[in-house]
């Protein structure tokens, strides 16, 4: 016997979406960060200013002029550093940001009193205020152990082998060498043991060394002092290559 044929249904349609109902989106790297800096800046903001303050932080600078003054003549204080349009605007504002979250008070003497990943946090929640930025706030206002990385530290830290790299070329090619926030995660977790000198002279060497021997493009290796120490002096840095081409 032949058995009866299996009736077919029709293709059903998915239901309705629920009234309200929106669609989850996973949030992106930048989303979560940025809440995560929030959430530390409102633990920071828990924290009183010291009181009384102490005269040696007292500040030189009245920024609530600052704050209140016409923006051409911030411009006129800063405009030997370039951008200067930009920064005396971002400087205001972060000075109206500053006086609204600490009602009334321009101060940030309760980062001093504030665990640094919430300081950390604080400080990278506001506007223009960058990692190297803010390394530079942790260990020379706030005497945290941190060390800031740009791109020239990243540059002299990758020449001396002290930053590993992909191939042997990317010692002759700066496009290669790895990104700041990278650099920055490899030596954090490194250097933060050393105590707060070491960080302080090893930060200003590093600027140092930079400007007077490490060049981006013309790094003079012959007359480096850490030349008997570094990858890419050993493997024949170009202005080293000249000297001994004489």
């Not at 990278?124 to 190297?132: H, I, P």
């Given at each position: 016997?032949?058995?009866?044929?299996?009736?077919?249904?029709?293709?059903?349609?998915?239901?309705?979406?629920?009234?309200?109902?929106?669609?989850?989106?996973?949030?992106?790297?930048?989303?979560?960060?940025?809440?995560?800096?929030?959430?530390?800046?409102?633990?920071?903001?828990?924290?009183?200013?010291?009181?009384?303050?102490?005269?040696?932080?007292?500040?030189?600078?009245?920024?609530?002029?600052?704050?209140?003054?016409?923006?051409?003549?911030?411009?006129?204080?800063?405009?030997?550093?370039?951008?200067?349009?930009?920064?005396?605007?971002?400087?205001?504002?972060?000075?109206?940001?500053?006086?609204?979250?600490?009602?009334?008070?321009?101060?940030?003497?309760?980062?001093?009193?504030?665990?640094?990943?919430?300081?950390?946090?604080?400080?990278?929640?506001?506007?223009?205020?960058?990692?190297?930025?803010?390394?530079?706030?942790?260990?020379?206002?706030?005497?945290?152990?941190?060390?800031?990385?740009?791109?020239?530290?990243?540059?002299?830290?990758?020449?001396?082998?002290?930053?590993?790299?992909?191939?042997?070329?990317?010692?002759?090619?700066?496009?290669?060498?790895?990104?700041?926030?990278?650099?920055?995660?490899f030596l954090r977790e490194r250097l933060?043991?050393?105590?707060?000198?070491?960080?302080?002279?090893?930060?200003?060497?590093?600027?140092?060394?930079?400007?007077?021997?490490?060049?981006k493009r013309t790094p003079n290796c012959?007359?480096?002092?850490?030349?008997?120490?570094?990858?890419?002096?050993?493997?024949?840095?170009?202005?080293?290559?000249?000297?001994?081409?004489?």
């Amino acid at each position: 016997a032949i058995p009866p044929p299996i009736p077919s249904t029709p293709p059903t349609s998915p239901p309705a979406p629920r009234s309200g109902w929106v669609p989850y989106r996973k949030k992106t790297k930048d989303q979560i960060v940025r809440e995560e800096r929030l959430a530390l800046a409102a633990k920071a903001l828990l924290v009183p200013d010291p009181s009384p303050r102490p005269a040696e932080t007292r500040d030189l600078i009245n920024w609530r002029a600052v704050m209140r003054a016409p923006l051409e003549e911030v411009v006129e204080c800063i405009q030997c550093r370039g951008m200067h349009y930009m920064l005396a605007q971002r400087i205001q504002r972060v000075l109206r940001r500053v006086e609204a979250e600490r009602n009334g008070e321009l101060s940030l003497e309760f980062l001093r009193d504030c665990p640094t990943d919430v300081a950390r946090g604080y400080l990278l929640s506001m506007e223009g205020y960058g990692v190297k930025t803010v390394s530079c706030i942790l260990l020379l206002a706030l005497y945290r152990a941190d060390f800031p990385v740009d791109v020239n530290v990243g540059r002299i830290m990758a020449r001396l082998g002290w930053v590993p790299l992909e191939t042997e070329e990317a010692l002759e090619e700066l496009s290669q060498y790895a990104p700041e926030p990278a650099v920055y995660t490899f030596l954090r977790e490194r250097l933060n043991s050393f105590g707060l000198q070491t960080l302080f002279e090893l930060h200003y060497h590093m600027i140092t060394l930079g400007k007077v021997f490490c060049e981006k493009r013309t790094p003079n290796c012959a007359a480096c002092p850490l030349r008997d120490m570094c990858e890419y002096a050993s493997s024949g840095g170009k202005r080293q290559q000249k000297e001994n081409d004489r």
